[in-house]
């Protein structure tokens, strides 16, 4: 123990939003140390799955099944798993946790320096007060310390850093960006626009707005369209830490970053109310180090930062730093996911695509967006994200019967054109759905494991139904046959959209962070990533964080500049 | 000192006197091997390299054994595969012995070409009671033999070079994307 640095300000977490406090604290002067627990990992250098041949990947592609129960069971259900990014993301072995009896939660964590910003879907959709007015309209949650307007002027200024494309459509509840121009729809997503949008009054079709550039632009390249962003991006089209804040926090020389530093708790001292000290395990040496600072930023991700406050009890805060509100832990949301409804498109078999476009298309919300909508039996409402595309040699193989030269040639031409929509539901806010410490499990460094208590309710229930029915309507209306559906069973997690356990909220007796994401009583503690949020909205949060993380940091240097903090 | 894949190659050629001039060909061209695996007996990996030549053929381009789909076989099953997965693909190919030691009189590998071709029909239709392929194309653990040995041809030869880049079509750096071009233009799907 010992070794004390001094710095201005500390950042822990290099993910999407501890890239931005790094960023934003440095550009204004301030000397910060970014502490990650995941190991070191050098951009372009460590892709190594990047432009990787199908004849060079292992097994064909096929997962190492043994290798991914023993020590991936988590971590290999996430869509971006195989083994071409394998070694950006946690081991579950040696990074356990529990859950309460028959209630699963998936916990995707990466484990290397840039977080799950190299692994992230990348979709881009600003809230609207359709979102910071819900909790208040319907009592579910407490009321957002904030409306459109105050994050507003922040998204504008991330998504220009950020890079965003889309396209403008002037929904009034999916706000414009600052948008690079958009990915090109297919013909068949046309096709199918036009006949949702002709025949449904409500109901619009979008091209995904996608953090990929596709212009050159700030040092980083447009997209080349080879597909699988989530293998890392050595020419940085895509938004990661990597490719964008952390070069920027590095080029100020005022940013020092350890990886395999894992932050174990942090020290509240109440002469000054402040926090005193961070306390961390080094992951190899096990050897233990106390950093300070005049600020700190959480941002080890929604579970991982509550995991620390909850860890960092003291006389004044027995339940966990910042927890005077008993909030903290609880309000636990993500998005109900994989509830799909898809159909072949029929009178396009003549037409294909060149290029593998990383982005799909998007329909926003269209539930209860005036008012309650009578006909609807749940709360808020849900988007899909979506697309078309020619079924492959993979998928067709196995439905045609035969073998020899017919059938190998039968294979030179791609399948049907199919077509799917898969819903993203909003959770409601609600205190039973909630992380704990349990103190008698410890992982490896001693700390206790968290434990998750969680699981959709009746109103994401209900949603998944009418995402699955409303599905199929629109593909018939967009000219789709042989339409069906699944509805998602996955647990909470699986999302990776989870949000809350912290929340913000204007009144300290009830969220552990003010609007500025400070915590109520601890002047020099922020709080940037999704633990943050008091609801979760149905649309992808990143962006939020970055505009949130972005705003915080402004206020918090301009107190620090007052003496307030 | 011969290796094993050499011993393949020979026996093939020895035995495989009834076998179509284009099999013949690709047994005598062999592959590039590893030399990792020595999995299957000789005779298991003669049987492996005919079955996976006769469900994709050297055609205007190459097939299964050039595009070292054999190889690629015999990795999966000895090191992927599950101990009951193994036991179906074995079990088949001793079946399919049987099956030509009964209706030939003679094993698979010695059979002709028009005997090996009727031999794997029959062992399709052995098949035709499993359900299929997933959404995704993946079969389940308990697909029977033709299904096991069909699903490794078709994922060895379409992620090889050559069944990538000559077969299908390959571009690791498209530069764009265009949703509308005719099929026709490109004449062969892409690999991904």
């Given amino acids: ?565 | 000192m011969v290796n094993r894949r050499e011993l393949i190659k020979w026996a093939s050629v020895a035995l495989g006197t009834g076998l179509s001039a284009s099999l013949q060909q690709a047994l005598a061209a062999g592959v590039d091997s590893t030399g990792k695996h020595d999995f299957f007996t000789v005779e298991q990996a003669t049987m492996v390299s005919v079955i996976s030549e006769l469900i994709i053929p050297t055609t205007d381009t190459p097939g299964a054994i050039a595009a070292g789909v054999p190889d690629f076989i015999e990795a999966m099953v000895a090191d992927w595969y599950t101990a009951g997965e193994r036991e179906i693909f074995m079990m088949g190919l001793a079946q399919l012995d049987k099956h030509c030691l009964t209706q030939y009189k003679t094993v698979f590998s010695h059979c002709d070409a028009v005997q090996q071709s009727s031999a794997l029909s029959w062992s399709e239709t052995q098949s035709k009671h499993y359900r299929g392929a997933d959404l995704l194309g993946s079969m389940g653990s308990d697909a029977p033999f033709f299904t096991k040995i069909k699903e490794l041809t078709v994922l060895g030869y379409y992620t090889s070079k050559i069944g990538a880049t000559q077969e299908l079509r390959y571009n690791p750096m498209p530069m764009a994307y265009n949703g509308d071009v005719n099929f026709s233009d490109l004449g062969r799907q892409w690999s991904y």
């Fill in chain 1, 1 to 565: 123990m010992t070794q004390t640095t001094e710095f201005d300000a500390i950042v822990v977490g290099s993910g999407i939003s501890g890239g931005w406090a790094a960023k934003e604290l440095t550009e204004k002067g301030l000397r910060v140390l970014m502490l990650e627990r995941g190991k070191p990992l050098q951009h372009g250098a460590d892709y190594k799955g990047e432009h990787m041949a199908p004849w060079d990947i292992p097994l064909g592609g096929k997962p190492p099944r043994e290798l991914y129960e023993e020590q991936y069971p988590v971590q290999s259900t996430s869509y971006a798993f195989d083994e071409t990014t394998r070694h950006f993301f946690n081991n579950d072995r040696d990074n356990p946790y529990t859950t309460a009896v028959d209630k699963p939660f998936d916990w995707i964590r990466a484990d290397v320096l840039g977080g799950r910003s190299l692994l992230w879907a990348r979709q881009v959709y600003r809230w609207s007060d359709l979102d910071f007015a819900a909790n208040k309209k319907d009592g579910h949650g407490i009321d957002w310390p904030i409306r459109y307007k105050d994050i507003a002027p922040w998204y504008s200024y991330v998504e220009k850093f950020v890079g965003v494309s889309g396209e403008k459509r002037g929904f009034k509840h999916l706000p414009d960006g600052e948008f690079q121009p958009p990915m090109e729809m297919n013909v068949v997503e046309k096709a199918a626009q036009k006949g949702i949008e002709s025949s449904y009054d409500d109901r619009f079709m979008t091209i995904g707005r996608v953090a990929v550039q596709t212009q050159a632009r700030n040092g980083r390249g447009a997209c080349h369209y080879c597909g699988p962003c989530q293998r890392g991006c050595s020419v940085g089209a895509y938004f990661s830490s990597q490719s964008s804040t952390l070069p920027a926090a590095r080029n100020t020389g005022r940013l020092t970053i350890l990886t395999d530093s894992v932050v174990e708790k942090l020290d509240y001292d109440a002469a000054t109310q402040r926090i005193s000290g961070v306390q961390v395990i080094d992951s190899n040496s096990r050897e233990k180090r106390v950093y300070r600072a005049k600020l700190v930023f959480l941002c080890a991700s929604t579970v991982a930062s509550t995991q620390i406050l909850l860890n960092s009890t003291s006389a004044t805060f027995p339940r966990g730093l910042a927890n005077r509100s008993g909030a903290l832990g609880r309000y636990l949301m993500d998005h109900t996911l994989g509830t799909t409804a898809y159909g072949i498109m029929p009178g396009f078999d003549d037409k294909y695509y060149s290029g593998n476009r990383p982005n799909g298309i998007y329909i926003p919300r269209f539930r209860n967006v005036d008012g309650q909508d009578t006909d609807v039996d749940f709360l808020r409402g849900y988007g899909y994200q979506g697309g078309a595309r020619r079924l492959g040699w993979k998928e067709m193989s196995g439905r045609i019967s035969g073998f020899g030269k017919e059938f190998k040639n039968s294979l030179k031409k791609p399948g049907p054109w199919i077509m799917y929509l898969a819903g993203f539901g909003e959770h409601l806010p609600d205190a039973n759905s909630r992380m704990t410490l349990d103190k008698t499990k410890v992982d490896s460094y001693g700390i206790a494991q968290v434990k998750f208590d969680s699981a959709f309710g009746d109103n994401e229930n209900k949603m998944r139904k009418d995402i699955a029915t409303e599905g199929e309507g629109m593909l018939n209306a967009a000219g789709a046959v042989m339409v069906g559906s699944m509805i998602g069973s996955g647990p909470p997690g699986a999302g990776i959209h989870e949000m809350g356990t912290a929340r913000m909220g204007d009144d300290p007796t009830k969220s552990v962070l003010n609007k500025w994401n400070q915590a109520h009583d601890v002047p020099n503690l922020f709080v940037t990533d999704g633990a943050c949020m008091t609801s979760s909205s149905c649309v992808n949060p990143s962006i939020t964080y970055m505009a949130l993380t972005a705003r915080a940091v402004d206020y918090a240097v301009t107190q620090l500049s007052a003496g307030n903090i």
